[in-house]
């Protein structure tokens, strides 16, 4: 990927910040009119181009390739491409470079290159405009489409959903009326044991540890969050904490298989380690 600016380019490479780990750069190619950019709520009129006949490009973007559509900004649909439309005018057109992708095997060694151009958006609204039902609208969908994700096998997808859900229910601590106050308490704790499980399913226990905490500061009986904080413990080494936390489910759930076989796990662990530490205890004397 050439560095400059050439041809008909207009700027530099620029680095675009997204919630994935990946590396995305975009380089404007025409420049827009007017001063306004998408915001929240935007629906933008988007045409993505791209010669890649490979299944990853409808994989990670899940849009047609070289027709025009629609996105809806703040939605989750697609953080990678969201993160590139922030501040684009309408008409500006841009090359996109993916790469680094953690999820695909493909894009840790490779490049997506694409062509994004923003025809038009409607207004939209930051979020602190928003009203409190708009926002539990929005929680709700953004936790259902994380589930779908979920299922479907993009784990950094649903995180994404997730923790997106989890920012917005956080304006709406201070103003929940008291009569939905049960219901709201039991999403965000559902939230949180829900982003724990991606978190853990990507390999990242601390993260996953402070998920799980904040769903058990709200529920401390969620065994969920229970179960996932102790698998969490158990991959740092904490293997004390982990106990605590796993026989806590049990208690809760004598039958939980997750936890049983965490256990299991668990306790394999602390002899090969127990092995280990003998072997370099025994050359040290012999």
């Given amino acids: 990927m050439d560095g400059g600016a050439g041809g008909d380019d207009l700027t530099a490479w620029e680095l675009v910040p997204v919630w994935r780990c990946s590396v995305v750069r975009r380089r404007f190619l025409e420049r827009g009119s ?7 709520g935007s629906v933008c009129r988007i045409l993505i181009e791209s010669d890649a006949t490979d299944p990853l490009c409808s994989q990670l973007l899940p849009y047609p390739i070289n027709h025009c559509t629609l996105l809806t900004m703040g939605e989750g649909e697609c953080d990678i491409i969201e993160g590139v439309l922030e501040g684009m005018r309408a008409g500006e057109r841009c090359k996109v470079v993916i790469s680094g992708l953690e999820s ?6 490779q490049e997506l290159r694409l062509t994004l151009q923003l025809h038009s958006f409607t207004p939209g609204r930051d979020f602190w405009e928003l009203s409190f039902d708009e926002k539990w609208g929005s929680i709700a969908r953004h936790k259902q489409r994380g589930g779908t994700r979920f299922k479907a096998g993009d784990v ?11 920012r917005l229910a956080v304006t709406l601590q201070r103003v929940v009326p008291a009569e939905r ?24 226990p601390r993260n996953t540890l402070l998920s799980a905490t904040r769903a058990l500061g709200l529920q401390p009986r969620c065994t969920k969050a229970l179960c996932r904080r102790g698998l969490a413990l158990s991959m740092l080494g904490e293997f004390k904490q982990a106990r605590a936390d796993l026989r806590g489910v049990l208690e809760l ?34």
């Fill in 34 to 40: 007017g001063d306004e950019t998408p915001r929240g």
């Fill in 156 to 166: 950094w997808g649903a995180a994404h959903s997730y923790s997106l859900a989890t």
């Fill in 181 to 204: 106050d049960p219901e709201f308490q039991r999403v965000r704790t559902e939230l949180h044991a829900n982003l724990a499980a991606c978190q853990l399913r990507l390999g990242q």
């Fill in 253 to 286: 759930e004598p039958a939980s298989k997750p936890a049983l076989q965490a256990l299991r796990d668990l306790e394999r662990r602390e002899r090969e380690q127990r092995g280990q530490l003998a072997r370099a205890m025994s050359k040290l004397f012999n």
């Fill in 104 to 109: 695909s095997p493909c894009l840790q060694t």
